[in-house]
């Protein structure tokens, strides 16, 4: 399977997220994560900080890079002649989001195609804003985000 992209928020990178990018690296020749700059969402982390975080848990997975946009993930991959963005599935609430999601991209981009990869149970309760809301009160995040960037988001958000 040629370039694919992964589009999401990543605010901040979890295991969750980092076992999709190592499968869907596995699945592809070549893996865009792409951070998307969302309007109707404020993150805590900026784009360039989730950048740096991603970049740094990427050691040993050498088909991938990532890259921001500010803008529609159609138009991204329209760009750049990419057809199609992974996603994971984590639950049947993910399920309805997506599936609306994917319609609409389709509706956008004749030929988007989207690949969902299941959460694995392990990480399936596992979500960005838990993380958050967890490290922003102290709590102990060490088993939810890769070792590489720990330091980074618990500084962060206890800096809040
Ligand atoms: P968005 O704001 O676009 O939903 P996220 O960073 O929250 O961005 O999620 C990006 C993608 O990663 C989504 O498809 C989401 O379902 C998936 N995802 C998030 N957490 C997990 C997890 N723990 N396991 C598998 N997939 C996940």
């Known amino acids: 399977m040629k370039t694919v992209v992964f589009p999401g928020s990543f605010d901040p990178l979890t295991l969750?997220?980092?076992?999709?990018?190592?499968?869907?690296?596995?699945l592809s020749d070549?893996?865009?994560?792409?951070?998307?700059?969302?309007?109707?969402?404020?993150?805590i982390?900026?784009?360039?900080?989730?950048?740096?975080?991603?970049?740094?848990?990427?050691?040993g997975i050498n088909n991938a890079t990532v890259d921001i946009y500010d803008g529609l993930i159609v138009d991204y991959m329209k760009a750049n002649n990419i057809t199609a963005a992974i996603r994971g599935?984590?639950?049947?609430?993910?399920?309805?989001?997506?599936?609306?999601?994917?319609?609409?991209?389709?509706?956008?981009?004749n030929g988007f195609?989207?690949?969902?990869?299941?959460a694995k149970g392990?990480?399936?309760?596992?979500?960005?804003?838990?993380v958050r809301q967890l490290g922003a009160f102290?709590?102990?995040?060490s088993k939810m985000v890769p070792d590489e960037i720990k330091e980074d988001v618990k500084n962060k958000l206890l800096n809040i």
């Open 122 to 130: 392990e990480y399936s309760y596992l979500s960005s804003s838990g």
């Open 16 to 26: 969750g997220h980092l076992d999709l990018i190592k499968r869907a690296a596995a």
């Open 113 to 118: 195609e989207s690949i969902y990869l299941l």
């Open 45 to 59: 982390f900026s784009a360039a900080e989730r950048k740096a975080m991603i970049e740094k848990c990427l050691k």
């Open 138 to 141: 102290g709590g102990d995040i």
């Open 30 to 43: 070549n893996l865009i994560i792409l951070i998307l700059e969302n309007k109707d969402k404020k993150c």
């Open 89 to 109: 599935i984590r639950n049947s609430i993910d399920l309805d989001y997506e599936s609306q999601w994917t319609a609409f991209n389709q509706k956008l981009y």
